[in-house]
Nanobody, 129 residues
Framework: QVQLVESGGGLVQAGGSLRLSCAASGRTFRNFSSYTMGWFRQAPGKEREFVAAISGSGGNTQYRDSVAGRFAISRDSAKNTVYLQMNSLKPEDTAVYYC???????????????????WGQGTQVTVSS
């Protein structure tokens, strides 16, 4: 059983900040620190796209170019939770944000959607101009 629950979304003005959380539960996540966790987003009328990911140990991260330097992904294995700190938000960051897990061992962090599973219900982020 895999369950991921995102929270922390909301309405914010351009230039503002939000911190998203993704809580993992279920038998599969007993070894939470073994799995790469990723954040994706989907804007209206667009395909879901990669935002950021963090390795199981937390030692490696990857970001899409448009958020690098503004967003920071982190994880707390004691709480089975992944975070996405979003700063200097822009209207183009408006989307539903999802987290998911990559249960496959890889030598590099995957940034493609099909590598991930256990998608949560998402949390809406709206950035006004």
């Amino acid at each position: 059983q895999v369950q991921l629950v995102e929270s922390g979304g909301g309405l914010v003005q351009a230039g503002g900040s939000l911190r998203l959380s993704c809580a993992a539960s279920g038998r599969t996540f007993r070894n939470f620190s073994s799995y790469t966790m990723g954040w994706f987003r989907q804007a209206p009328g667009k395909e879901r796209e990669f935002v950021a990911a963090i390795s199981g140990s937390g030692g490696n991260t990857q970001y899409r170019d448009s958020v690098a330097g503004r967003f920071a992904i982190s994880r707390d294995s004691a709480k089975n939770t992944v975070y996405l700190q979003m700063n200097s938000l822009k209207p183009e960051d408006t989307a539903v944000y999802y987290c998911a897990a990559d249960f496959t061992y890889r030598t590099r962090i995957a940034s493609y959607e099909r590598a991930y599973e256990g998608w949560g219900q998402g949390t809406q982020v709206t950035v006004s101009s």
